[in-house]
């Protein structure tokens, strides 16, 4: 009669077997594990990195960076993490210290090195992304780390980076071109805060706001009603809310003023997934497309 149970030797071979799994699974090499501070920076990690790399932000879409408090959970992503990458000129003034109290390893890349920032006295504008002639410079500063952190697919990176550059090469033409149908003393507008320096300055478009660099201060009183003169003065075409702050005050800034809302833009983050800015370039077209159609409309 056979024995219902098990032999010795079916035992081994069943422990080997379910052994294969786990040590199939510790052969395998772990993934890249990038984290970017925001989204925007995010977005341009995945164009770049090598295949499987697993790239996360810590400040996600529609979220706003300048006021992000870091949770235990983030300390966690960050001690895990392979590299990390942040804008610097004093974007996040969050991360030195999360950086440290999270102890982690991973290289510490500052996308906006080399670019030379726009000043208000000693303070550095931290939004160089929103010209794409400095974006470029973000591209090679993540590309180059990711080379040298990962060897084995410097090619693949090279060819992830040529490609990404010929977009935004292509991208910055047809904002150009796109701008170009307004006339140069009709490209005045107001955003909620001046997130748009390096736009206005690359594109020619004036930016009014009655908030600064940051948005950690209240805009005075004295700034909104400088801005609402302005308006009835017919010095600004259209006004813009941002997908990061609080829609009230500019809506109140153009009811005011008697100025149309132009609609949103994006400055500091993404839209959330299957929106209209849900990658840095799609960002950059939405804006320059919205900006456009709006200053080319009568006032």
Request: glycine share 6%; net charge positive; charged share 25%.
């Amino acid at each position: 009669m056979r024995s219902p149970f098990p032999s010795r030797r079916s035992l081994i071979l069943c422990s080997a077997c379910s052994a294969l799994p786990a040590q199939a699974a510790a052969a395998q090499p772990a993934r890249p594990r990038i984290v970017a501070s925001f989204s925007i920076l995010a977005d341009m990690a995945r164009e770049l990195a090598p295949e499987g790399a697993e790239v996360s932000a810590l400040v996600g879409p529609d979220a706003d960076a300048h006021v992000f408090e870091p949770s235990p959970a983030d300390g966690r992503r960050l001690a895990q993490a392979d590299l990390v990458l942040v804008n610097g000129l004093g974007f996040e003034g969050w991360i030195d210290r999360l950086v440290r109290v999270s102890g982690t390893r991973g290289e510490l890349i500052v996308a906006s090195d080399g670019v030379q920032p726009r000043r208000a006295g000693p303070a550095a504008d931290p939004h160089a992304w929103q010209d794409l002639a400095l974006a470029r410079r973000y591209v090679a500063n993540l590309s180059a780390a990711f080379a040298r952190r990962w060897p084995a697919q410097q090619e693949e990176i090279a060819r992830r980076q040529a490609d990404y550059l010929s977009r935004i090469d292509r991208l910055d033409r047809q904002v150009r071109d796109r701008l170009a149908t307004v006339p140069r003393a009709q490209r005045r507008v107001i955003t909620s805060h001046d997130a748009f320096a390096y736009f206005g300055a690359a594109y020619g478009v004036d930016f009014m706001a009655p908030q600064a660099w940051t948005t950690h201060s209240e805009p005075t009183a004295a700034a909104v009603a400088r801005l609402v003169r302005q308006i009835r003065a017919g010095g600004v075409r259209a006004v813009f809310i941002e997908n990061i702050s609080d829609r009230r005050l500019v809506e109140r800034i153009a009811r005011e003023g008697g100025a149309r809302v132009g609609g949103t833009l994006y400055s500091d983050a993404l839209s959330k997934p299957g929106g209209p800015a849900d990658t840095y370039l799609k960002l950059f077209e939405h804006n320059a497309r919205a900006l456009a159609d709006a200053l080319a409309s009568p006032p």
